[in-house]
């Protein structure tokens, strides 16, 4: 397996353009992870698909931001209209479940919004 | 309230030398904890996972340990090498919903 895909690498937009971040997970993996990097806050979950089915929201920070899952193997994080506090590294992973022994994360995509 | 703390300053150590981390928490009541290697524009990797009725748990080089009563686990680097260098994720497993909640990262460097 390749790993968890995720495009593009990097992104830099201006402010007010969307953005559509993409992941192919692992197959066979059945949990889904969109989290957000920064150096102060660390790694802030945003989102959780469990199935293909939003679990977990209630880290995505504004009504910016929407993800979707159509399938299992492909995601998408969207930002509709970005802004430059959006800038930050987004990672996916995947995994057997929410708390699974080892999640596996893709290489990120490093978001610069001017 | 919750929080999970590691070393915000970054070790400097020298090769061949045993580099310890450590990860604090308060209020939380963990069934284990994870931690993680990340490079450089990497995203997180997994090395080891310790559950709470374990004391410690050891990998090649690596060693863990996890004391619920101190609410701390430290990470050891045996016989360091300058490939270890990176920086160092620990993530606890907590609650119902099983959700992992992350430390900032402790970097380390090993110099030859």
């Known amino acids: 397996d390749a790993g968890v895909i995720q495009s593009p690498r990097h992104e830099v937009t201006e402010m007010g353009q969307e953005v559509t971040l993409r992941c192919k997970p692992i197959s066979g993996h059945n949990s889904l992870f969109w989290y957000r990097q920064t150096m102060m806050r660390g790694l802030e979950l945003l989102i959780y698909?469990?199935?293909?089915?939003?679990?977990?929201d209630s880290g995505m920070p504004e009504d910016r931001f929407s993800a979707k899952m159509p399938n299992a193997s492909f995601s998408t994080l969207k930002i509709q209209p970005s802004e430059p506090r959006d800038s930050a590294v987004y990672f996916c992973a995947s995994s057997h479940g929410q708390g699974a022994p080892g999640y596996t994360f893709g290489s990120g995509t490093r978001l610069t919004v001017v | 309230s919750q929080k999970i703390e590691q070393n915000s300053e970054a070790l400097n150590i020298q090769e061949g030398k045993t580099a310890t981390l450590t990860c604090n928490y308060t209020n939380y009541s963990p069934a284990y904890l994870q931690w993680y290697r990340q490079d450089p524009g990497r995203g997180p990797v997994f090395l080891l996972l310790?559950?709470?009725n374990e004391k410690e748990k050891r990998k090649e080089r690596l060693k863990v340990t996890f004391d619920t009563t101190l609410k701390q686990s430290l990470f050891h680097i045996t016989a360091s090498q300058p490939a270890d260098s990176a920086t160092y994720l620990c993530a606890l497993v907590t609650g119902n919903n099983r959700k992992l909640i992350w430390g900032l990262g402790t970097s380390l460097a090993v110099n030859p």
């Open positions: 698909f469990n199935n293909n089915v939003p679990i977990d």
């Open positions: 310790i559950r709470e």
